[in-house]
């Protein structure tokens, strides 16, 4: 609740204003409360019990990106992130966004699905077929979508391909017998939920660059997904089951969290989250101890792999003629959640034959944010928008991104526009150029 949350934090805003040209629902609105300040004065005044929490509040939580690009520019250090996520629990708790068709979608979605890796497995495996049957092609050519929902028509050309291969198949198969037999570091890596399913493939190049790096990678196989959704959506006891189920799956199948040098994700939001397990279990008696280690030893990869010295890929043996124009997005949660900026342009600088084209606001949020282009679709496409008119700007044939959501946002956006340009995590841009270079001599 806001007034349970330590005071100090509520009245962290000095109101200064630094915030607000950083803010994207404030530069498209104008509006003061749709504003970092705006809104942490309406949480204060939810606090101090002059406020109620009423529908137009929980709306305004709601329109927040979550982007966290105000936290990055405040001088006061408010830690909206937690302002947020209290704020939003908050929403939930008293149910003033309540109808039977939004608890219907939330139970359905936080509860059933994103809590089961079973479940979601299920999903993914009938999607495929769907989409590869050309059951797909067949109601898109039969225009039998405009029968279904709105929301279902709207949400279509935003959902990701599914991988051919899930993470752990793929891991199974191809990469648990190609660890280094003398290894200088040991990692086991969190591989998501719909990462898991719909970017395998950033999380098999992603183990294949560990490999290349001297780490033996671990997949514990009872992993569920990180809870980022639910804390960032007011479920944050869902948030708090999920990070438990995590440290007994991560302790139980890697000898110990002690055993580990650190423990990997390759998604911003993922990342962002995870490194508060510690946070997020403080209260708890059992498992304090335990989200504490773990969260000394949650690291983003860029970050990791600056950390250790990355190997700068050698030229390919059959080089291109002309260099690869690479520009980068950063992904709010890790930029902002994470303060990790250098470390992902230090990777694609690895690469030989790439060159580097810095993108006009390359912090400002895409819109994706979560699911916020499937709740607040108007504002997310307007941010889209904005996105993708300053990557056609830079010319770019490749737009790095390291964050699963802005991968798919942005695809959407270039489609749209005709753009041809494909968007690739750092990490797979790398693992693709030590599949290409030159034998060693
Ligand atoms: S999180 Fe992003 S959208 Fe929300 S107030 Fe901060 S800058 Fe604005
Ligand atoms: S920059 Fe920080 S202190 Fe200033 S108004 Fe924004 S949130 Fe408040």
Request: proline share 5%; net charge neutral.
């Amino acid at each position: 609740m806001l007034r349970d949350l330590d005071y100090s934090i509520v009245q962290q805003c000095m109101h200064c204003g630094m915030c607000l040209p950083t803010c994207p629902t404030y530069a498209e609105t104008l509006m003061e409360s749709s504003s970092p300040r705006g809104r942490i004065a309406m949480m204060r005044a939810i606090a101090d019990d002059r406020l109620d929490v009423s529908q137009a509040f929980a709306e305004e939580m709601y329109f927040c990106l979550g982007c966290l690009a105000c936290q990055t520019a405040c001088p006061a250090g408010v830690d909206y992130a937690e302002l947020i996520e209290t704020a939003r629990a908050e929403v939930e708790r008293r149910g003033v966004l309540d109808t039977p068709k939004r608890n219907m979608i939330r139970s359905l979605l936080l509860r059933r699905l994103f809590t089961s890796r079973r479940n979601l497995h299920r999903l993914g495996r009938l999607l495929r077929l769907y989409q590869r049957s050309g059951l797909e092609r067949l109601v898109r050519v039969l225009g039998l979508l405009r029968l279904a929902p709105r929301s279902l028509r709207e949400l279509e050309p935003l959902s990701p391909r599914i991988s051919p291969r899930f993470t752990h198949e793929l891991f199974a198969s191809d990469y648990a017998r190609k660890n280094p037999e003398k290894s200088t570091y040991r990692v086991a890596l969190l591989s998501g939920c719909i990462a898991d399913i719909c970017f395998a493939h950033v999380n098999s190049d992603t183990i294949e660059v560990l490999q290349a790096n001297g780490c033996e990678v671990l997949l514990p196989a009872t992993q569920q997904c990180c809870g980022s959704l639910h804390g960032h959506n007011g479920e944050v006891e869902l948030a708090r089951q999920l990070a438990r189920e995590n440290l007994d799956a991560f302790a139980a199948e890697t000898g110990g969290l002690d055993h580990l040098d650190a423990i990997l994700v390759n998604a911003g939001g993922c990342g962002s989250h995870v490194k508060h397990y510690d946070r997020l279990l403080a209260g708890d008696a059992v498992y304090a101890e335990c989200a504490h280690s773990w969260s000394r030893k949650a690291k983003d990869i860029h970050e990791w792999l600056a950390e250790i010295g990355v190997r700068p890929a050698r030229p390919a043996v059959a080089p291109h003629d002309e260099p690869l124009r690479v520009t980068y997005h950063e992904s709010c949660h890790l930029k902002h959640g994470q303060k990790i900026s250098d470390a992902p342009r230090a990777i694609l600088a690895a690469i030989p034959g790439v060159e580097m084209i810095e993108l006009m606001e390359a912090d400002w949020c895409c819109g994706s944010a979560g699911v916020y282009n499937i709740t607040q679709p108007e504002m997310s496409m307007r941010l889209l928008d904005r996105k993708v008119g300053h990557i056609i700007d830079t010319g770019a044939v490749v737009i790095a991104s390291g964050n699963p959501g802005c991968t798919v946002q942005i695809e959407h956006g270039l489609r749209q526009r005709g753009y041809t340009a494909r968007v690739e995590h750092p990490v797979s841009l790398l693992a693709a150029a030590y599949r290409a270079e030159s034998p060693k001599e």
